[in-house]
């Protein structure tokens, strides 16, 4: 590790990303979605409380927030909120289906200083995208994007989930940002969510993986948000911090207030306290248990014996621990294939233990669209 890794795996005063979840509310059901979305949850923060939030954030002096749901563009504060954290000086990059980006929004979201757009879409074709997302929902995103482009919007992001469906399309995907000015953000599929019941099918193979690599390595400008560091182990380190950011640089405030150390590890042990508590946010931030022990020095455990351990830290919490993994274990798509080898290993001694989703806000089948059947391809 570089120093300043060392000194980022000890903990900031303030996160350098905060991800902060605004509703669990959703008019999609992703087979993917790591926070199980679809229902409101009634305990929903206020208006006032989120604002309170935002004032402690400003405080301690987070440059932005990544906000994500749920779909937040259904909360009916959406705007009001986003227009408080840009005069409180918090940045806003927000996350979302793109089916509210209409084009009297995308004017008036094209209008706002230090609010960046994300739109998910995961296949560059109408088949690859709506087998995870839903049907209707690529010519929707498409729409959106219109839109964005027309009120003069610049630059927003294209954010897609790598599958083993579309990780062959990054030649279009990237053909299709320079189309709209945007840029493209390609982000890591973690078995955590509805994901948990898709991930054994749909996560890339071996050989796709090893192919996104060096793709990446010749287009660091492509975004990543350091979700593919488990992939440095394979020789020169991807950009990025290349490290674990639980509870160091990163986490995740819930609908209900609940924070969380990882925005992929939605369970109650990973759960560090709540915005409604004494102290509040920051409090949580600076002397938690929970983030105080992830700050700690970490045991390479299995991995003691692997020369790639500090190119790769030992890859995801989220993805050990939702395919039941000890979270000293190889990461279960270690790129030696250690990982596998251990899920393997934990099936002849019978099963891994798969924690469950803590809290499924999905919504009950047949309500709202049904579910789409994911073909393996």
């Not at 739109?119 to 997302?133: A, F, K, P, Q, W």
């Not at 078995?191 to 071996?206: A, F, K, M, Q, V």
């Not at 190889?330 to 233990?353: I, M, N, Q, T």
């Amino acid at each position: 590790m570089t120093a300043l890794t060392d000194q980022l795996a000890q903990g900031l005063n303030s996160p350098i990303c905060l991800t902060w979840e605004w509703t669990y509310a959703c008019d999609l059901q992703c087979v993917h979605c790591l926070s199980s979305s679809g229902r409101r949850d009634p305990r929903e923060l206020s208006t006032e409380e989120m604002k309170g939030i935002v004032d402690q954030l400003a405080e301690m002096q987070v440059f932005y927030v990544n906000i994500g749901g749920g779909e937040p563009m259904l909360r009916p504060d959406f705007f009001e909120i986003v227009e408080y954290c840009v005069e409180r000086g918090v940045g806003v990059k927000f996350s979302t289906n793109g089916g509210r980006i209409t084009a009297e929004n995308a004017k008036r979201l094209a209008a706002m200083d230090y609010v960046d757009i994300q739109i998910s879409l995961d296949g560059v074709d109408e088949e690859t995208n709506d087998l995870i997302r839903g049907e209707g929902t690529h010519a929707r995103v498409r729409q959106a994007m219109d839109h964005l482009k027309a009120a003069g919007y610049p630059q927003f992001k294209l954010s897609v989930v790598m599958t083993r469906q579309n990780v062959d399309q990054v030649d279009a995907y990237e053909a299709l940002a320079d189309e709209y000015g945007a840029e493209l953000r390609l982000t890591r599929f973690r078995p955590s969510g509805r994901g948990i019941d898709t991930w054994h099918e749909l996560h890339p193979t071996s050989e796709q993986q090893v192919r996104l690599y060096h793709w990446l390595l010749e287009r660091p400008h492509v975004l990543t948000g350091d979700s593919f560091f488990h992939l440095s182990a394979l020789g020169e380190p991807l950009p990025g911090l290349n490290l674990c950011g639980a509870g160091r640089v990163v986490c995740l405030i819930d609908p209900v207030g609940d924070v969380y150390a990882c925005p992929f590890v939605l369970h109650d042990e990973f759960m560090a306290g709540s915005v409604r508590d004494e102290g509040g946010f920051a409090a949580i931030w600076r002397s938690s248990d929970l983030f105080t022990s992830l700050r700690e020095p970490s045991s390479p455990g299995a991995c003691a014996s692997c020369g790639s351990f500090d190119a790769c830290g030992g890859g995801c919490m989220a993805a050990k621990f939702f395919t039941g993994l000890p979270l000293d274990a190889p990461d279960p798509e270690c790129v030696f294939g250690y990982g596998e080898e251990a899920l393997k290993a934990l099936d002849a001694d019978g099963g891994a233990v798969r924690p469950t989703v803590s809290h499924d806000h999905s919504k009950p089948i047949g309500v709202g669209r049904k579910r789409i059947p994911v073909t393996i391809l």
